[in-house]
Each structure stands twice: as structure tokens, then as C-alpha cells.
């Protein structure tokens, strides 16, 4: 299966579902020894896949876990560069459709998850520490602060 990205030149276009977990007050965040920022749960919306399909694929992948869907919570166009890791020197612009999964009432997960060959690791993250961390998407803590109703639609533009 190949994911909805694409490279052209130094641009690189991504169309990405991912999760929001809350549990116990702490949003879980995935990290790994290349990079060196955690981020969301989440991953490349497969060619004629649904977002709905692949968070919840990619939410099994990474925690080994089934989580169910709550509902459709953002929609983010997210712009970027990053000058130290994997996609050093391409200006990013990706979509991502954020969900809000059902709390399970536990933290406990089954993940044996690698991404690109390394390890990824799960890391439970309180709320309220959250902007103590280099984690991304940087809206989240501010989302997470606050009642939402519907889908809110968020750009965030942190090229350099």
C-alpha cells in the first residue's frame, strides 16, 4: 500500500489521520531515538484508504491496542521545515485529520511499534506539562485546555 504523499523538488505534501488519547489526564505521544521531538499517534492515509480506517489501523499499529473512535475533533494544515531530522531540507505541508478516541480507562498498551526500522516509544504526557516538551502538533495542549464542540479547523505555520 503506498501512502497519499508525494516529494517534488525540496516540497514534500502529506495526507496523515491521527489520534488523540487522552487517558487519566495524560494525551499519549510517540517518539524514537532519530528524532528528537514526540508526536502524535498517527500515520499516512493509504491510497484509497478512509481517514476513519487509517487512524484506527495506524492506532493498533503503534500501541497494539483497538481503540474506537469518539469522533472527528480537527483538521490541521500543518506547515514546516525541520533542519536536524528525517526530512531535513523539505518544506513539509501536510493534512491531517485528528480523532478523539474513547478512553479506555487505562494507560496499559501493547506496543511493539518501529517506524523506518527504529523503535517507537509510547510516552503518556500530562496535559497540563505538556508545552514542557518539544511535541507536536504544538496546538495541542492549548485543544486539549478547552470544551470543543464539532470539528475545528487549525493552521499552523512553523517553517523557519
Not at 22 to 27: D, I, R, S, W, Y
Not at 57 to 67: A, D, I, L, Q, S
Request: proline fraction near 2%; charged fraction near 30%.
Amino acid at each position: 500500500m503506498y501512502d497519499c504523499d508525494f516529494i517534488r523538488e525540496q516540497q514534500k505534501f502529506r495526507y496523515r489521520a491521527a489520534a488523540i488519547i487522552v487517558e487519566e489526564g495524560c494525551v499519549l505521544f510517540a517518539g524514537n531515538q532519530r528524532e528528537d521531538y514526540l508526536y502524535s499517534i498517527g500515520g499516512g492515509v493509504h491510497l484509497g484508504e478512509k481517514a476513519e480506517a487509517a487512524v484506527l489501523r495506524e492506532v493498533f499499529e503503534e500501541t497494539g491496542v483497538r481503540y474506537e473512535i469518539d469522533r472527528l475533533a480537527v483538521i490541521h494544515e500543518n506547515f514546516f521545515n525541520d533542519n536536524t531530522g528525517s526530512l531535513k531540507g523539505l518544506d513539509c505541508h501536510e493534512i491531517s485529520f485528528y480523532y478523539l478516541m474513547k478512553p479506555r480507562g487505562t494507560q496499559k498498551l501493547n506496543s511493539e511499534s518501529y517506524t523506518l526500522g527504529v523503535r517507537e516509544e509510547m510516552h503518556w504526557i500530562p496535559i497540563e506539562t505538556l508545552d514542557e516538551y518539544k511535541a507536536f502538533p504544538s496546538f495541542l495542549k492549548d485543544y486539549l485546555s478547552e470544551v470543543h464542540e464539532g470539528i475545528e479547523h487549525i493552521i499552523t505555520d512553523e517553517r523557519r
